[in-house]
């Protein structure tokens, strides 16, 4: 028994030195230079949950202007509402850069039903940005199921003067929903353009998100190339109207959907970019931009797609403010305008940037929603990867974790460039899409607190890369 005493006792030792040396490995002892960065951030944080304003301003855009569709009345007083907060901030310079976008119009509200058992079944329905109207008598047509673009285009003649139903749901076995939305959003893009040209009457997506219930979630499709007498209406049904559909074709394969959408597409309207920005102290020519979109789709009042983003991004700057932080590099604000329906604001400042000899470090996107900090992707070369990968130690203790390889954001992407450090935000994704591009995505859903975390997250991550981040593209001061 002693004997196994000392065993016990020995084994207890190896153990515990093994953790100590494990300990030692992974040390996390931060220099001199780290824990002024720490402390600087900390800062950042009580800044935020303390004296942050980014709530407010949500709350101002949501009540007073409201879902902001490109090329509408409401897109326009986004523009003024955006310049006036960016004038309100202090920011050196605040200026409109002109976008050419889609101007589409929804209409009167869609309708769509069948009748099976002698009974009427009321579908809860949308019609998708950029499509065109039915007949003003509407479409009454037998549907066809499938799950997939592959399934749609094996049909060829059967879908002629059907209505064809894409039924493809999230891979709930995904924990990051984004994958999941990847996953099955070409059914919603590229549905009616695969089918138009066997002469199918429409289309019926199922709603991207894994939520199942009765709110029909927009968002744009596209016709491609296609001739427009191949161009058909289309529109999403919500997640409960595509189960029962599923269901009762089942039982009844020859039932017939009457469907009737008014939504036009106008000719393209002129917009704008709204940009603020506080001038490098060191290296005005060099530039970091934090942003998001500012248009968002009619059916809510874009609370999450993407008003947090937005307002995430302008506080980081009120929070360098606030801070008397002076960074060595110009750091840029743009509210993007027309990301959901083209990126004409995307396309304008990237054609911009390059008539000047302004040179780009980074950038960052927040389009992912209002929710609980989780991390950062980045889109960089290996060098500035493993940079940004280094500053988890830092970034950790406010729940930033996941900080890896990934992509950065439909605004900033046109930026891409050998030494251009591209990040992405990334929040909690879970409930996302609960609300995503439907009638639910309202400022009531978006935590104050979770919001800014977010805007915290955001100004450490842009102190840390104006700090750090070199580029060995010579550009005259």
């Not at 493809?168 to 089918?195: E, H, M, S, W």
């Not at 919500?238 to 959408?261: C, G, H, M, W």
Request: charged share 25%; aromatic share 8%.
């Amino acid at each position: 028994m002693k004997k196994l005493s000392i065993l016990f006792m020995l084994a207890i030792f190896v153990i515990a030195c093994d953790q100590k040396k494990e300990t030692k490995t992974v040390s996390t002892e931060l220099t001199a230079e780290e824990k002024t960065d720490k402390a600087n951030i900390k800062k950042i944080f009580d800044t935020a949950l303390l004296n942050g304003k980014s709530y407010e301003w949500l709350r101002d855009l949501t009540t007073n202007v409201g879902g902001r569709l490109s090329g509408s009345p409401e897109a326009a007083m986004a523009v003024k509402w955006g310049e006036k907060v960016m004038k309100e901030v202090g920011l050196d310079s605040v200026w409109l850069q002109p976008a050419i976008v889609p101007h589409w119009v929804r209409g009167e509200k869609e309708v769509a039903n069948y009748t099976i058992n002698g009974k009427k079944v009321n579908i809860a329905i949308a019609a998708l940005g950029s499509s065109i109207a039915t007949p003003s008598n509407g479409i009454t047509a037998e549907v066809i199921e499938v799950k997939s673009i592959k399934e749609a285009e094996a049909l060829g003649e059967k879908a002629k003067g059907k209505i064809i139903f894409f039924n493809r749901p999230f891979d709930n076995t995904l924990i990051n929903t984004f994958r999941a939305y990847g996953g099955c959003v070409g059914q919603r893009v590229n549905g009616a353009k695969t089918v138009g040209k066997f002469g199918a009457l429409a289309v019926l997506v199922r709603s991207m998100t894994n939520k199942i219930d009765d709110y029909p979630h927009t968002g744009t499709m596209q016709y491609g190339d296609i001739p427009k007498s191949e161009y058909i209406p289309t529109a999403a049904i919500s997640t409960v109207a595509a189960e029962r559909l599923s269901d009762d074709l089942k039982n009844n394969p020859a039932l017939k959907i009457y469907f009737k959408q008014s939504c036009k597409n106008l000719p393209k309207e002129k917009s704008f970019n709204v940009i603020g920005e506080i001038r490098g102290s060191e290296n005005p020519k060099k530039v970091i931009v934090v942003g998001g979109h500012l248009d968002s789709w009619d059916l809510g009042d874009g609370s999450h797609d993407d008003g947090t983003g937005i307002v995430q991004s302008l506080e980081v700057l009120h929070i360098f403010k606030s801070n008397n932080i002076k960074p060595k590099n110009t750091i840029r604000v743009v509210f993007f305008m027309d990301e959901e329906q083209g990126g004409g604001g995307a396309t304008a400042y990237a054609d911009a940037v390059k008539l000047t000899s302004e040179n780009h470090l980074g950038g960052l996107e927040s389009d992912a929603g209002g929710h609980t900090p989780r991390g950062f992707t980045i889109d960089a070369n290996s060098g500035n990867t493993k940079l940004l990968k280094s500053w988890t130690k830092l970034l950790a203790p406010y729940g930033l974790h996941d900080i890896g390889k990934g992509g950065s954001g439909a605004d900033i992407g046109p930026l891409k460039a050998e030494h251009t450090t591209l990040v992405g935000y990334r929040p909690d994704s879970q409930r996302y899409f609960d609300y995503h591009h439907a009638a639910t995505d309202t400022f009531d859903k978006v935590n104050k607190r979770e919001l800014e975390l977010g805007s915290a997250s955001m100004a450490s991550m842009i102190y840390l890369m104006d700090k750090y981040l070199e580029n060995p593209d010579s550009v005259k001061q």
